[in-house]
Structures are given as structure tokens and as C-alpha cells.
């Protein structure tokens, strides 16, 4: 296999049909780390063939296999990701930007997925049984796969966003083509290799690396996919899903986010609980440069407690290390590419235009032995006197870019935390539990933190209210993404209806 046989179609690996490649970047220095496969149209297409004849009956028969033969398989395959950890945290380093320890939690976390969902498929019973009001009448719900699945990925997370799909999609017994992000394709590459070497069939698991347009437009439009499943940006992300559902597909959207990080004066009453809520709020906005749909952009804070909040954390935030994901120290990595370090710098200055004041960052830092002149670095930056009309405030940057709100009335917190369009997840600091809660209750996202941020469980669902999506990943609905229901109903002593005379 050459570098560029990156694309996988009915368990052999090859390049694309008209030989075209693509360049990935190692964004700490912009130097070519991988050629891979640029796929097109005519591969998503061999693709989908693949994945309908294995669905539809081809060798291994997926769809038929027990589910403990499914179950066994994901768990070898989470055994196999944890043998490669250093390997592909490498990976998922150099190709995002991460930092390498970044990189060894996504792995792991990848691996509870598979575990969890081999686990979810096991302890479930055979259906629903349903009183039908007879003991004539044996009536159950049963659930079958949705058949073939395209799963496209953004760059982010790009072995984790995969891994939300897979394993569910793998347990439910379907087939699937996955597109990951052209600019981060590489681990999701390893991710297939894994599925082959742990023993699944041929066809089950195909992978076009190549660019939303055209592999993903013609994922979303294909007949013959049952089930389009997207995470990745709100316009991409809609105008995909409009393009699967004029084909009456099922579809999953997991999008953007604006998530606020909402935090009352009486959490910070004591030094060491302003310590935390000070450290969670960098680790809310700056973890993987800012670049984490869930990522807590707004800071929404007490305004008694501001200023010297502020103050601490623009004091933090200078200190953080930036240099390159794999070297040692480092604690933040550079952004994705050029074009999200120009976006990061445009949505900076619009908003000291808007009015905004710069409490620290807002520039490109100084390169450095970890830093080379070349790489997409961008300094965490702290946005203080932010208000709901900056394009900020209202537009995910999907960077280090914090900004910061503040409020006096507790009222006055859940307006401001639930004025986005988006409603992914967010935060509530409050040393006070009754009032934690009470604003949890009141705050209309998919995911709701107190006193913590960032923590994601398998078997908690994940998405959003609002634009951030439609359906949920991980958790019992994560699995029913990828599962019809079908009613049977089984009369045991038939008899006429006569419900025509004649
Ligand atoms: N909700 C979540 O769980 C979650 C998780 C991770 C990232 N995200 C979101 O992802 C975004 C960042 O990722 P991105 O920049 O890669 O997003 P993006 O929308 O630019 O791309 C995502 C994927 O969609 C593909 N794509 C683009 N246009 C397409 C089209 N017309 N048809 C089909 N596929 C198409 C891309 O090639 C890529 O694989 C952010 O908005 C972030 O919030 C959401
Ligand atoms: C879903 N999550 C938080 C792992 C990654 C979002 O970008």
C-alpha cells in the first residue's frame, strides 16, 4: 500500500480513481506531513456500492452477525486502539495541532466508546414486548440496523467525532462510508485499518478521504445511503442535510456551538474556589486553542466579582505555553490551518471595532524553538466589555477568544446564556446548589455543567437544542441513531375480519 492508498472501498485500499492527491499539513510549521488520496464523486459512489452489497448480503453478512460477535469485535477494537495509543495520539497530534497529552485522551476516550457501546448492544433484551389487549396476540418491537450510513467528520476531533459514529453504527450492525475532514484525515485512515485487522468483513467499513464538495455532497445525495450523519460547521452542516433529506434519508447533524460559561460572585467567595472557577474558565475557552464545538467562548460573569476575575485570568492566560502539540510543555497547539488563524484575526479586530477592549493576546506570538515562524499560532486572547450585538458574540470563532459579558440579576444570566442561536452546552458556577440547579434548569442547551467544565461521558447523549443540531451522539440515543424500530405483530389464532360482506 503507497501513502496515498488512502481510500478503502470493499476491504481494499486504493487511490482515487483519478489519481489526484492532496498535501496535509503539519499546522506547527505549514510543511507537508501526508499525501493522501483526494478523492471524488466516482469513489463515493464505489463506496456506497460496497457498503449496499454488504449490507444487502455480501460476505460476513454485518447486519445478520449476533450481537455478541459485534460486541466481541468492537472490544478488539478497543483493545487494538489502546495498543497503538502512542501512535495514533501522535498522529492525531501532528495532523490537528493538539497537544500530544490532548491526543492520548482523545484516544482514550475513543476506546470508551467502542466499550461502551459493545456493552449497550449486550445487556439490552431481544425487543418490546406490547400488551396488544389479547392472548391471541404476540406483539413486539424489535430494532434493526438503518442500513448504510455516511458519516462525514470535521477536523477538531477527528478520530473522536468518527468514533461517536462507528462504534454505535458497528453495534446496530450496519455498513458505512465515513469522509473524514480533508484537512485531518489521518487518524480516522488508522481507525479503518484497526476495523480490518480486528476482523471485519470486507464492505463494512469503507473510508473516502477528500473534500465536502464533492465526496460529501454526494454522500448526503446518493440513493442508496439510508442515514446521513454530520458533525462539522452550521452552513456546511445545513446545507449537506437539506441535500440528504430532499432524499427522504434519515438524518444526524451534530453543529456549532456559543457556549457560556455563566459564573456567580459567590463561587468565587473563597480563594480557592475563585482558583477554580478562574482555571475552568481558561480550560473552557482556551483547551485545544478554543477549537472544541463545546468550547465556554462567553464568559457571563457576576459583575461584582469581574474585575478582579478578569484580571486573573488575562494574567493566566498569557502564561499558557503555545509551540508545537508534540513538544515538551507545550500547552496549547497552534490553529488548524491559515485559514482559521486569518478567521480568529478577523474576528478579533471586528470586535475592537465593536467596541471591545483587549485585556491580553490579539496577535500572532513570537516564534520561538517550539514555535516556528511558519505554524498557525494565535495568543489565547481575553475580549473584556463584550454585548450581545458583536459578531463575537453571536458567531462561533472557533478559537482562543474569550470574551466576557456581565450580569447582576440572576434573570439577567439565563437571558444573556440562552441569547445565542446555537445551544450546544454551557456552564453554571455557584456555590449555592439550589441556584445552580435552578439555572441548569433554565438554560436551553444539550449539555448543562455545574461547577466543572468540559467533562463528556458515553453514556450521556451529546448534542444540541437550537442550530447546534438535530439528534443526539453517545448514550442509549446515540445507539437508536443508527436503528429502525419495526412492530411486529403476530395474531396466534386468525380468523376473518368480515369486514366486507360480500
Ligand atoms: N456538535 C458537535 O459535537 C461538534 C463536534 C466537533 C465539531 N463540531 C463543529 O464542527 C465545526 C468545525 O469543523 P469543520 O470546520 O471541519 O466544519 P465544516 O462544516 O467545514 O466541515 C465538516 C465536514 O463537512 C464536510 N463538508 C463540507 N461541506 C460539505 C457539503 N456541502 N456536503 C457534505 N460535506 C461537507 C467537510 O469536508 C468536513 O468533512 C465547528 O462548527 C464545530 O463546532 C461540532
Ligand atoms: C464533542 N467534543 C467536545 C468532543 C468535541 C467538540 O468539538
Given at each position: 500500500m503507497s501513502a496515498s492508498e488512502t481510500i478503502h472501498v470493499d476491504g481494499v485500499w486504493r487511490a482515487a480513481a483519478t489519481g489526484a492527491t492532496r498535501e496535509i499539513l503539519d499546522?506547527?510549521?505549514?510543511?507537508?506531513?501526508e499525501v493522501v488520496a483526494e478523492g471524488g464523486a466516482e469513489d463515493a459512489d464505489a463506496a456506497v456500492e460496497a457498503a449496499r452489497r454488504a449490507f444487502d448480503?455480501?460476505?460476513?453478512?454485518w447486519p445478520r452477525t449476533p450481537v455478541a460477535e459485534r460486541a466481541a469485535l468492537l472490544r478488539r477494537v478497543a483493545d487494538l486502539l489502546q495498543r497503538d495509543r502512542e501512535e495514533i495520539a501522535l498522529i492525531e497530534s501532528r495532523d490537528t495541532g493538539k497537544t500530544l497529552e490532548e491526543g492520548r485522551v482523545d484516544v482514550d476516550d475513543v476506546t470508551n466508546a467502542f466499550r461502551y457501546f459493545a456493552d449497550l448492544v449486550m445487556n439490552e433484551s431481544g425487543g418490546r414486548v406490547v400488551d396488544?389487549?389479547?392472548?391471541d396476540v404476540h406483539s413486539v418491537v424489535v430494532h434493526e440496523p438503518v442500513g448504510v450510513c455516511a458519516m462525514i467528520t470535521p477536523w477538531n476531533y477527528p478520530l473522536l467525532q468518527a468514533s461517536w459514529k462507528v462504534a454505535p453504527a458497528l453495534a446496530a450492525g450496519n455498513t458505512f462510508v465515513i469522509k473524514p475532514s480533508e484537512v485531518t484525515p489521518l487518524s480516522t485512515v488508522h481507525l479503518i485499518k484497526l476495523l480490518v485487522e480486528a476482523g471485519l468483513p470486507a464492505g463494512v467499513a469503507n473510508i473516502v478521504t477528500g473534500a465536502g464538495v464533492p465526496v460529501g455532497q454526494r454522500l448526503a445525495e446518493h440513493?442508496?445511503?439510508?442515514l446521513f450523519s454530520f458533525t462539522g460547521g452550521l452552513v456546511s452542516g445545513t446545507k449537506a442535510g437539506a441535500a440528504a433529506v430532499a432524499g427522504a434519508k434519515k438524518i444526524a447533524l451534530e453543529l456549532g456551538g456559543k457556549n457560556p460559561n455563566v459564573v456567580f460572585a459567590d463561587s468565587c467567595a473563597t480563594d480557592e474556589g475563585f482558583d477554580t472557577a478562574v482555571d475552568q474558565a481558561l480550560n473552557a475557552a482556551f483547551a485545544h486553542s478554543g477549537q472544541v464545538?463545546?468550547?465556554?467562548?462567553?464568559?457571563?460573569?457576576?459583575?461584582?466579582v469581574r474585575d478582579r476575575f478578569v484580571a486573573e485570568l488575562a494574567r493566566r492566560a498569557e502564561k499558557i505555553k503555545l509551540g508545537?502539540?508534540?513538544?515538551?510543555?507545550?500547552?496549547c497547539g497552534p490553529l488548524v490551518s491559515q485559514q482559521q488563524l486569518e478567521k480568529v484575526e478577523a474576528y478579533v479586530a471586528s470586535a475592537l471595532q465593536e467596541g471591545a477592549q483587549l485585556r491580553c493576546g490579539g496577535r500572532r506570538p513570537e516564534p520561538s524553538d517550539v514555535r516556528p515562524a511558519t505554524g498557525y499560532f494565535y495568543s489565547p486572547t481575553v475580549l473584556d466589555g463584550?454585548?450581545?450585538?458583536m459578531k463575537v458574540i453571536r458567531e462561533?470563532?472557533?478559537?482562543?477568544i474569550l470574551t466576557v459579558e456581565t450580569f447582576t440579576t440572576e434573570d439577567e444570566a439565563v437571558a444573556l446564556a440562552n441569547d445565542t442561536e446555537y445551544g450546544l452546552a454551557g456552564a453554571v458556577w455557584s456555590a449555592d446548589t439550589a441556584r445552580a440547579r435552578r439555572v441548569a434548569a433554565r438554560l436551553r442547551h444539550g449539555t448543562i455543567w455545574i461547577n466543572d467544565y468540559h467533562p463528556y461521558l458515553p453514556q450521556a447523549e451529546w448534542g444540541g437544542f437550537g442550530k447546534s443540531g438535530i439528534g443526539r451522539e453517545l448514550g442509549p440515543a446515540g445507539l437508536d441513531e443508527y436503528r429502525e424500530s419495526k412492530h411486529v405483530y403476530e395474531n396466534l389464532r386468525p380468523e376473518p375480519v368480515r369486514w366486507f360482506a360480500g
Open positions: 499546522p506547527a510549521d505549514a510543511k507537508t506531513l448480503g455480501g460476505a460476513g453478512q396488544a389487549g389479547s392472548p440513493p442508496d445511503v439510508d464545538c463545546s468550547a465556554g467562548a462567553r464568559l457571563i460573569i457576576e459583575e461584582s508545537r502539540g508534540t513538544a515538551e510543555g507545550v500547552e463584550c454585548h450581545r450585538d462561533e470563532t472557533f478559537g482562543p
